[in-house]
């Protein structure tokens, strides 16, 4: 595999809006072949704990914990874990976290694991070793479940058509892989090729149910708001609307600027907890043109950063959980 696979997205980026520094103990929450993990290390005389839920990411992780001096440590779990990681290890706060959402190109290029429809492989899609797998799904699920799936995960505006071709597919025979998964959905929208291949909105939609991506961030950005210690700093990349949106709804929130200042015609919000986040990004950062055409992966990048306050962490967050279909429904089914 071509070290370009690996190429970090944003790592400057990151590391100016990090800032890590001597002494300092920072999360990567998504540590994959580890860029972030190594330019954090290089950065500053600093200690890092790296999470992965992935464990085909172990030799990699393996090979940076001997190569650090006691620098670096490594836990395979999700990254909503870490409070529960930090707290094995009698840790309580962490000067900083950075977290790089969704399917690496590590993953993608492997066709074993199901998560592009360009290499034909088993219909799989789970970044961990257990759980449904996408085929569970496709086969699985009510034709209505489907189609919300597709429209909400995947913002597909022929969600119920293809739903329907699928359901209609699976009754001749189950959907084991990902060509034909992808021929069922190029049928279903009227085989027409452009730029974007009809198949890639099912998969994106699939890969975020299957691996629960929007929960794992909610989840993630409440149990870092926890961890982060006052002027700690938590920096996060998406490359998705939806991810996206839900980093900068909470961000946005917790900085206090959820709500209107109110006028003469509309009285102002009533206050609420004291701000827990101050805006490091107002708005989202993209990477550079000349990255873009290097790295096609970083053209959707987004960066959003905030600094912890002294304030506390708040008690909820009902803005971010919103899933319309329930893993736990699929789990349930099998």
Known sequence: ????????????????????????????????????????????????????????VQPAATQL????GGRFSFA??????????????????????????GVSSMQI?????????????????????????AADAVNR????ELADIFYVYGEERRSRRIAKFICSARAEAKIETTDR??????????????????????FQALRIFVNDELGELARALEAAEQLLAPLGRLVVVTFHSLEDRMV???????????????????????AGPAPSFSLLTRRAVAASDAEAADNPRARS???????????????????????????????AAL
């Open 301 to 331: 990048a987004k960066l959003r950063a905030a600094i912890r306050t002294e304030a506390p962490a708040w008690s909820d967050s009902p803005e971010l959980h919103t899933s319309i279909v329930s893993l736990a429904r699929l789990e």
């Open 109 to 133: 290029d492997q066709a074993e694991r199901g998560f592009s429809f360009m290499r034909k492989g088993p219909l799989d899609m789970r970044m961990a070793a257990s759980g449904p797998t």
């Open 181 to 202: 998964l992808a021929d069922i959905v190029t049928r279903a929208t009227g085989g027409k090729h452009s730029k974007i291949h009809p198949a890639t909105k099912v």
């Open 248 to 270: 900068k709804t909470f961000l946005r929130s917790r900085a206090g600027l959820a709500g209107g200042g109110g006028s003469r015609y509309e009285p102002a919000v009533e």
């Open 1 to 56: 595999m071509s070290q370009a696979s690996h190429i970090p997205v944003m790592l400057g980026e990151v590391l100016h809006a990090l800032e890590p520094r001597d002494g300092a103990l920072f999360i990567d929450g998504t540590f994959g072949a580890g860029g972030y993990s190594r330019g954090i290390l290089s950065a500053a005389a600093c200690k890092l704990i790296g999470i992965d839920r992935d464990p085909s």
């Open 141 to 144: 699920l009510k034709e209505s």
């Open 76 to 101: 395979e779990a999700p990254f909503s874990a870490m409070a529960e990681i930090l707290a094995a290890r009698g840790i309580d706060h962490v000067d900083g976290i950075v977290l790089d959402i």
């Open 65 to 68: 914990v001997q190569a650090s």
